[in-house]
């Protein structure tokens, strides 16, 4: 895999597409659009309205305050979203890691877990006693230790920043650990 | 990962979202010529739509066609992209499923790895995407490292080494089986 392949999968692969929110943006334009050419094609036939005529329903929805505001409300929330949709990153959470031959991409939740398991490990308790919150750049873990058996800090973060340096994780994570006051009795 | 042009997606996204925006102008007209129009002298001609008469119907009617066409090939098109051929050269065609089991058998016994799925993209040199699905908390490094042996193995029997894109999960598999305890 070419370096210019991989530098395009990986960011695909990190940033979501949008397709299902252009798709439901299209249709959420597309049915009043719909539903005024039926209330047209009726108009054109010389049948009965559904509910009114397409001018009509414009004449309607000016002439009313609340549905004129409402529906000006209803838009602009539509328009701001879709403009924050356009405009952000849309980053998902996962990081890539070193590899040769291949694109390795993998989610947070699961480079979370080996830094938990690192740390934990490190401490000498029990995995579901560490956590870790990852972020694009930093790793916050969190750890309880067993009543009456000192952790040092410093070993729980040298422990995951070799696991970091071991996995090659890009964009590059610095990770930070706090040993919780409390402990628990038992390992 | 889909074909999809994702250029092209934020652009319809930009445009939506300025005519929804522009639609509450509209409907908010009346408003905003009161409060920011006459105080800064400015006056915006009346859209008229009483003098489109018979044209208004035709015009949205086909604004409508359009609309659906446009959505539905969107809708249908999207997440497009993936095959069940991975690879593609002269007369020969390798199923995706070929090494989807090479990876599976090679991956067989390594506790932490639930699922495997291999999908095949791209039209000219086909792109292999590697679904692997691991337990919560596995030993990411050891499922890295046996992973790339699975894919070497497979280069081996192919002869071939085609790009491959692995993608390390969890996911509903995960969080119905937990994580393993070796003690």
Do not use: C
């Amino acid at each position: 895999m070419n370096e210019r392949m991989r530098s395009r999968y990986g960011r695909r692969m990190r940033h979501r597409s949008r397709s299902v929110a252009v798709s439901i943006a299209l249709w959420i334009a597309a049915l009043p659009l719909v539903y005024l050419a039926v209330e047209a094609v009726l108009e054109l036939v010389g049948a009965p309205a559904l509910w009114q005529a397409p001018l009509q329903v414009v004449e309607t929805v000016t002439g009313t305050e609340a549905l004129r505001f409402g529906v000006a409300a209803a838009a602009v929330v539509i328009g701001l979203v879709l403009l924050v949709l356009a405009f952000a990153p849309g980053r998902l959470g996962r990081h890539e890691l070193a590899d040769e031959r291949m694109l390795v991409v993998v989610d947070d939740d699961v480079l979370a877990g080996a830094l938990s398991r690192a740390a934990a490990s490190t401490a000498g308790v029990e995995r579901d006693r560490a956590s870790t919150s990852l972020g694009r750049r930093k790793a916050d873990v969190s750890l309880r230790p067993t009543s009456g058996f000192a952790v040092s800090r410093e070993d729980v973060d040298r422990a995951t920043e070799r696991e970091l340096e071991r996995l090659a994780v890009r964009p590059s994570v610095r990770a930070r650990s706090r040993i919780e006051q409390a402990g628990v009795v038992g390992r | 990962m889909t074909r999809s042009n994702r250029f092209l997606n934020r652009l319809a996204l930009l445009l939506l979202g300025v005519i929804a925006l522009a639609g509450a102008a509209l409907l908010l007209r009346p408003e905003i010529e009161q409060y920011l129009l006459e105080p800064a002298g400015l006056m915006v001609p009346s859209l008229g739509l009483d003098q489109l008469g018979s044209i208004l119907p035709i015009a949205i009617i086909v604004l409508a066609v359009l609309a659906v066409i446009v959505a539905l090939a969107v809708t249908l098109t999207r997440g497009r992209g993936a095959d069940g051929t991975a690879i593609e050269q002269d007369a020969v065609s390798v199923d995706a499923n070929l090494i989807e089991g090479i990876l599976r058998r090679e991956l067989d016994g390594e506790g932490e790895v639930l699922h495997v799925r291999l999908r095949a993209f791209g039209k000219k040199g086909r792109t292999l995407l590697a679904e692997v699905q691991v337990r919560r908390g596995a030993d990411l490094a050891n499922v890295h490292r046996r992973v790339s042996a699975a894919v070497a193995t497979a280069d081996e029997l192919l002869g071939e080494a085609p790009p491959v894109v692995t993608h390390i999960t969890t996911g509903l598999r995960a969080r119905l089986a937990g994580s393993t305890r070796t003690h």
